[in-house]
């Protein structure tokens, strides 16, 4: 199968659809990115520093990744990378700001909306994409390994868990939506 190959009138083409990935990937990296560095800016000489450090390191080599692809492929970043620049140092300072716990329990949160979303793309990659779908892939476990990481580091014992964690998906859910398309 090839990507796109199923569409329907309306649908994006195969070079749409490819460039709303790339578009939306390398957002995500970069908030995830700014997400690492406001924790390590509040939590990173703590217990959590090593962990912290080795996940904002897989973030920065996604991050490298897309960016080095987009630049090959001619797709245009969003033009939302300043505020996810903002917000995601934002969100990842705040909830360490309110305890390792919650620190952790952004990493699940985030890590699970995209997780959900990198199977959906590969899914949807067909094989005339198979060096992207493998990077999707390999970067998808990666970001597994991190929710694995916040979750045997107690992020389900933040307080207001349930709360923090839909909001956060929310938000993550409705970044991407938005990346995808402006």
């Given at each position: 199968?090839?990507?796109?190959?199923?569409?329907?009138?309306?649908?994006?083409?195969?070079?749409?659809?490819?460039?709303?990935?790339?578009?939306?990937?390398?957002?995500?990296?970069?908030?995830?990115?700014?997400?690492?560095?406001?924790?390590?800016?509040?939590?990173?000489?703590?217990?959590?520093?090593?962990?912290?450090?080795?996940?904002?390191?897989?973030?920065?080599?996604?991050?490298?990744?897309?960016?080095?692809?987009?630049?090959e492929r001619g797709v245009r970043p969003t033009v939302l990378a300043p505020l996810w620049h903002v917000a995601g140092f934002a969100l990842g300072a705040g909830t360490a700001l309110l305890g390792e716990r919650a620190a952790m329990a952004c990493t699940?949160?985030?890590?699970?909306?995209?997780?959900?979303?990198?199977?959906?793309?590969?899914?949807?990659?067909?094989?005339?994409?198979?060096?992207?779908?493998?990077?999707?892939?390999?970067?998808?476990?990666?970001?597994?390994?991190?929710?694995?990481?916040?979750?045997?580091?107690?992020?389900?014992?933040?307080?207001?868990?349930?709360?923090?964690?839909?909001?956060?998906?929310?938000?993550?859910?409705?970044?991407?939506?938005?990346?995808?398309?402006?």
């Open positions: 199968m090839k990507t796109a190959e199923d569409r329907i009138p309306g649908d994006p083409t195969r070079d749409q659809l490819v460039a709303r990935f790339l578009r939306v990937d390398q957002a995500g990296e970069l908030g995830a990115v700014r997400i690492y560095q406001g924790q390590r800016a509040v939590l990173g000489k703590g217990r959590h520093g090593p962990l912290l450090a080795h996940m904002a390191a897989q973030e920065q080599h996604h991050l490298d990744t897309f960016d080095r692809l987009i630049g699940v949160a985030v890590e699970e909306a995209i997780d959900e979303h990198y199977a959906d793309q590969a899914a949807r990659l067909g094989d005339d994409e198979a060096e992207l779908k493998a990077t999707i892939e390999r970067f998808r476990r990666e970001e597994l390994e991190h929710r694995d990481i916040g979750l045997a580091n107690d992020a389900e014992k933040a307080p207001g868990y349930p709360v923090l964690s839909a909001a956060i998906k929310t938000g993550c859910r409705l970044a991407i939506w938005l990346s995808e398309r402006i």
